[in-house]
Nanobody
Framework: QVQLVESGGGLVQAGDSLRLSCAAS????????MGWFRQAPGKEREFVAQ????????FYADSVKGRFTISRDNAKNMVYLQMNSLKPEDTAVYYC??????????WGQGTQVTVSS
């Protein structure tokens, strides 16, 4: 079992930066690939970024590539999402998730990010 708690959301202006954090419980944290997803009002949840168990492999949605960076600290059971050059269209609830194989089995409660123009 993995429990995930996100933090770091808030209200920022376009062009600003924000770093989201995800604290994970469980001794097997390093066995999971971790990801960030987001859901804007009236839209479906979408993939943002993923990082492998070792931290050496990362994947990004085209919409955030070059602006967002995902990282992890296995010693601290933490995952981060550094978001730079934020745009109003990045406004959403951001969720941390964990997967041991294919399905995203564990989800956090989400943290709101609002980017004003």
């Amino acid at each position: 079992q993995v429990q995930l708690v996100e933090s770091g959301g808030g209200l920022v202006q376009a062009g600003d930066s924000l770093r989201l954090s995800c604290a994970a419980s469980g001794r097997t944290f390093s066995a999971y690939s971790m990801g960030w997803f987001r859901q804007a009002p009236g839209k479906e949840r979408e993939f943002v970024a993923q990082i492998g168990w070792s931290g050496t492999s990362t994947f990004y949605a085209d919409s955030v590539k070059g602006r967002f960076t995902i990282s992890r600290d296995n010693a601290k059971n933490m995952v981060y999402l550094q978001m730079n050059s934020l745009k109003p269209e990045d406004t959403a609830v951001y969720y941390c998730a964990a997967t041991a194989a294919i399905q995203w089995n564990y989800w956090g409660q989400g943290t709101q990010v609002t980017v004003s123009s």
